[in-house]
C-alpha cells in the first residue's frame, strides 16, 4: 500500500501512532495505536463520526488504554517498531473500503469501516464493544452525502 495515499490527517494519526508505540516500547504498531491516535487528533473526524453514530467513547477510550498497557514491550528498546500484519491488512482494507467509495485518498473513516471488513481482528472487537457497525455506516454516509476524498485535504476540508 501507498502511503501517499493516505489523507494528510491519517498520515498524521499513523505518525501519531507510530510515536505511541515507541514511548510505550512496545514490540510492534498496531491498529489500537491507530485508533488512539485518529481519537486524540486535533480536527480529526474521528471522534465526532464515533460520537454522531451513538459510540461509547468514554468506555472505548477506557478499553485502548487498557489494551495498549497490556501489549508485550520490549526489553532494550532501539526505537524500531514494525507494523504488525493486522495493521497492514487492516491499511489494506482499508484501501479497498476507498476504492470502493470512489475515493483517491484513504480517510480515516475508511480504517474505521475496513476493521469491519475482517470482522477478527483486535480492531473490530474494540469497536463492536462500543458501538453499532450499521450506526457508523449510515452516519459516514450522511456526512459524506457523495463527495469522494479526492486529494489529501479532503477530510480536513470536510470539517
Known sequence: MRLDRLTNQLQTALSDAQSLAVGRDHTQLEPVHLLAAMLQQ???AVRPLLNQAGFDIAGLNQAIDKALGEMAQVNNPTGEVPPSSELVRLLNLADKTAQQQGDQFIASEAVLLAAW????NSLAKLLEAHGQRQALEQTVK????????????AE????
Not at 471488513?117 to 477478527?120: E, M, S
Not at 452525502?145 to 479526492?150: R, S
Not at 480536513?156 to 470539517?159: E, L, V
Open 156 to 159: 480536513g476540508n470536510r470539517q
Open 117 to 120: 471488513a475482517d470482522g477478527n
Open 142 to 153: 450522511a456526512v459524506r452525502g457523495n463527495e469522494t476524498v479526492d486529494n489529501p485535504e
Open 42 to 44: 486535533q480536527g480529526s
